[in-house]
């Protein structure tokens, strides 16, 4: 008897047990199956969701319209037009994100080349020193075409530094002043190297009167003068500078020095430097000698035999340098009307891989609701087909415009400063 009432409990409370479990499995599930239908009712109409959407399984080049509908068919008979939506965006929604990487990555700036004298990575202009070593040994005494030699070449020098570009530093150093040009002298003469006009910006009365006391007097140490001018170079304010040295000489070395080992230790050394020489009215065993000297200082040689064809190598010295202003001027205009072209030719065929992408997949959505709706009830599938895409068009025809007008701005832009740069170049050489 108690057997039989313990049995009859142990039932009774296993039914409780099962009912509650059932009672909770249930809840669980209508919980689980209520918020599986918030997440696959919520459709990505705005362009912030959709281009966090994942490329659908057939979209793009794996489109296969009877595979898709294949898929559609299995589609519960109760989902909503938002779930059948989703399941249409999963299997041939395009991916947008790689052409919203292009616009954002898309280079909308313009790029000069090398500026005369100037390092293509700096838009500045660098500074310049200009060095002029002036020979002032006893043999400038000697007259030529126009006049002495020592004077036709402080004309020249004169000149040449009036028409220096403003923001450029300039030195003079006499060599051979001190002295005479006697054996007896020479110890002295060949150890008088002198800068009588310190590296420094222009004063052109402090440097007419630097250039006015030189005589010509003793002997000829080019070598120890090139050295000179090397260890004012090779100073730290000075490293980074575009260094360039003058030499004007009308003979070689006297003072057993040795200007071309010199000039190579100028090329060699840390600074940016070449050593150019001015043969002034010398005979074809010096030129020879001298041409060896601009060689090996990275420089050039130019020879005169009068005052005309001194002043004529100063001057020539900046119709160079307005050249290479003319042709980076042109270089650069070309370079910006090609790239101006290139970018216009990169944003239409961006634009046209756009709709191609876009047209794809409204052609595919517009079958896949044609099938669903051959089915069933599904009106609200067009309107949200259209919200997306024009969710698309519209924020694509934003960034092309935006893009596209910054192009064009920056094109202005580029060159207005372009013409700006030009035109301070020229002025830093223009003649006074």
């Known amino acids: 008897m108690i057997f039989k009432k313990m049995t009859m409990v142990f039932i ?250 010199e000039a190579k230790k100028m090329v060699e050394a840390n600074v940016k430097a070449s050593v150019n020489i001015i043969g002034f009215d010398v005979n074809n065993e010096e030129q020879k000698q001298l041409k060896k000297v601009a060689e090996s200082g990275g420089g050039t040689y130019f020879t005169a035999q009068s005052k005309r064809e001194l002043n004529d190598y100063f001057n020539d010295q900046y119709e160079k340098m307005r050249k290479e202003w003319r042709n980076y001027d042109n270089r650069s205009q070309l370079k910006f009307n090609d790239d101006f072209g290139n970018k216009y030719s990169d944003l239409r065929n961006l634009n046209e891989s756009i709709d191609k992408k876009k047209k794809n997949e409204e052609d595919r959505f517009h079958q896949a609701i044609e099938y669903i709706r051959d089915k069933r009830d599904a009106y609200s599938l067009t309107p949200l087909a259209l919200k997306r895409r024009e969710a698309i068009t519209q924020y694509f025809l934003d960034r092309y415009g935006k893009t596209s007008n910054a192009v064009s701005d920056n094109y202005k832009k580029s060159k207005n400063k372009l013409d700006k740069d030009v035109k301070k170049g020229f002025d830093g050489v223009e003649k006074n």
């Open 12 to 261: 009774f409370l296993s039914l409780i047990l099962l009912f509650c479990g059932c009672s909770n499995s249930s809840n669980k599930s209508s919980t689980t199956s209520s918020e599986s239908n918030k997440l696959r009712d919520r459709v990505a109409l705005n362009i912030e969701d959709i281009l966090k959407g994942k490329e659908g399984k057939y979209a793009g080049d794996r489109y296969d319209k009877r595979k898709v509908e294949k898929e559609l068919e299995q589609t519960p008979k109760n989902a909503s037009d938002k779930e059948i939506f989703n399941r249409i965006v999963d299997l041939v929604g395009e991916d947008f994100s790689p052409e919203k990487k292009a616009f954002d990555d898309f280079d909308i700036f313009y790029k000069t080349g090398k500026k005369p004298d100037d390092d293509i990575k700096n838009p500045e202009k660098k500074p310049e020193n200009i060095a002029i070593l002036l020979d002032s040994s006893g043999s400038m005494s000697s007259n030529v075409s126009g006049g002495q030699k020592m004077v036709v070449a402080k004309e020249a020098v004169q000149q040449f530094v009036n028409k220096a570009p403003k923001e450029a530093k300039v030195s003079l150093t006499a060599y051979g002043h001190k002295g005479s040009n006697s054996k007896a002298d020479k110890n002295k003469s060949c150890r008088s190297v002198e800068e009588v006009y310190p590296l420094g910006s222009m004063d052109k009365e402090k440097f007419d009167s630097a250039l006015k006391s030189l005589k010509p007097t003793g002997w000829t140490p080019i070598a120890r003068a090139i050295s000179q001018a090397r260890a004012t170079f090779s100073k730290e304010e000075n490293k980074k500078s575009n260094n360039v040295v003058f030499v004007v000489s009308d003979g070689l070395e006297t003072c057993g020095g040795n200007p071309s080992t």
